[in-house]
């Protein structure tokens, strides 16, 4: 059968991608060993998070034409950016301290390594529709998958080389790994044979106008807070989870599994939400699910402090992890059926700009969500209820907007 099938030239090298640039969601398993390294705050050293997750989103908005014209191109761009950016990331927090490494931190993790990511994010996503044209949601969730199962498989092999060799050399070594991984990846990718890009059509995609069109502004909007709300919750999980069961004798057992629990999670809803929309009428429905379900379990989390402000016990620890969990679920739900619904909306022809495009949401929500959960938790002397609260209302208004503009048309 030999190498030129859907699974060799889409899946397996999309995987090989994705589950190395994932590894951006492990950043809470070394933010505080970064800040005690070059002697700065974490609330300091976490802005590298959110520059990287914005350079992400931003590189992918402007990288579709490219993207559209030479996916090698772009995968070989995203390996030398991506890896570029951790080693040089491990440089910055072996050799300097202070200002000056948060610095150089802030420009390898947060933009050089931020625009692989973008890049490699959207590189192999049209490549999985057109091998896998019947079943795009099963596609895109097969390489999405590998971006949330990135954080459980690597959680735990970060946390050994920090115990083993240090901070710096976790970079170093991963760095590599990645690179070999990515490029890999890099010389597999290819769209299916006699499949050729349409030419001559710069002038028809005009990315402000896309803004006017109700249906993309309406995905846009919902797709943001779907991620501001993920976020806001997501890299604070360990905090959370710590507050939950303080004073219990589990605490330390639960900050140590949840994590891995929740990243199984989001990759269960990045494979699992995109392929049963394979199966619905209209792949809106999909997200109608995720923020039903997001509101039903951060109301049930945030009953007790309605009524008592009181609420220390393992019957409610459950309810913080079942929340975590369905939190997770929509959140990588909400990326990988993100393509196939823009598909059913624009068609297939210039799919990898309006999904750059709608990325930009990503690009906006890692400046905002986390960082509104640590406005909340200095403004509330740390009550992680408030963030609940403030989730609830935008998971409410993105039901709203889910029902009014994103409206199914005729457009395949």
Not at 146 to 157: C, H, R, S
Not at 245 to 261: C, D, K, L, N, T
Not at 323 to 347: E, K, M
């Amino acid at each position: 059968m030999g190498i030129n099938n859907k699974w060799m030239r889409a899946a397996v090298p999309a995987l090989l991608i994705h589950c190395s640039i994932g590894t951006v969601y492990c950043w809470s398993t070394f933010k505080e060993a970064i800040a005690n390294q070059i002697g700065m705050s974490t609330f300091s050293v976490g802005w590298a998070f959110s520059l990287a997750i914005f350079f992400l989103g931003m590189s992918a908005a402007f990288a579709g034409r490219m993207v559209e014209k030479d996916i090698h191109k772009s995968s070989l761009i995203s390996c030398i950016c991506f890896t570029a950016g951790m080693l040089g990331t491990g440089v910055f927090i072996q050799f300097f301290t202070g200002v000056a490494a948060l610095i150089g931190i802030f420009i390898c993790y947060g933009c050089i390594m931020g625009i692989g990511l973008g890049i490699g994010y959207l590189t192999p996503v049209k490549t999985l529709m057109l091998w896998f044209s019947k079943q795009k949601g099963l596609a895109t969730g097969i390489s999405i998958m590998g971006f949330g199962l990135a954080k459980a498989i690597a959680t735990p092999i970060m946390e050994a080389i920090q115990n083993s060799l240090g901070i710096a050399p976790m970079f170093y070594i991963l760095g590599a790994v990645y690179f070999v991984m990515m490029m890999l990846g890099h010389f597999l990718l290819k769209k299916p044979e006699g499949w050729v890009e349409p030419d001559g059509e710069k002038s028809a995609f005009r990315p402000l106008d896309m803004f006017k069109n109700k249906v993309f502004l309406g995905i846009w909007l919902m797709f943001f807070i779907n991620i501001h709300c993920g976020l806001a919750l997501i890299t604070y999980e360990k905090q959370i989870i710590g507050v939950t069961f303080e004073g219990m004798a589990v605490v330390a057992a639960m900050i140590s599994i949840v994590p891995s629990v929740t990243a199984a999670f989001n990759a269960l809803g990045r494979i699992g939400y995109s392929t049963i929309s394979d199966k619905m009428k209209d792949r809106n429905t999909v997200y109608k699910i995720i923020f039903a379900t997001s509101i039903a379990v951060t109301l049930l989390a945030l009953a007790p402090f309605a009524i008592s402000n009181g609420h220390k016990s393992l019957a409610y620890g459950g309810i913080v992890i079942l929340l975590l969990c369905v939190i997770n679920l929509g959140y990588g739900g909400g990326f990988s059926t993100l393509p196939a619904l823009l598909s059913s909306r624009f068609g297939m022809d210039k799919i990898s700009k309006i999904h750059g495009l709608a990325l930009s949401a990503w690009a906006v929500a890692g400046i905002t969500g986390n960082n509104m959960s640590e406005i909340i938790l200095k403004s509330t002397n740390r009550t992680y209820d408030y963030i609940l609260i403030a989730t609830l209302a935008f998971y409410a208004a993105a039901m709203i907007i889910c029902i009014t503009l994103v409206k199914q048309n005729k457009k395949a």
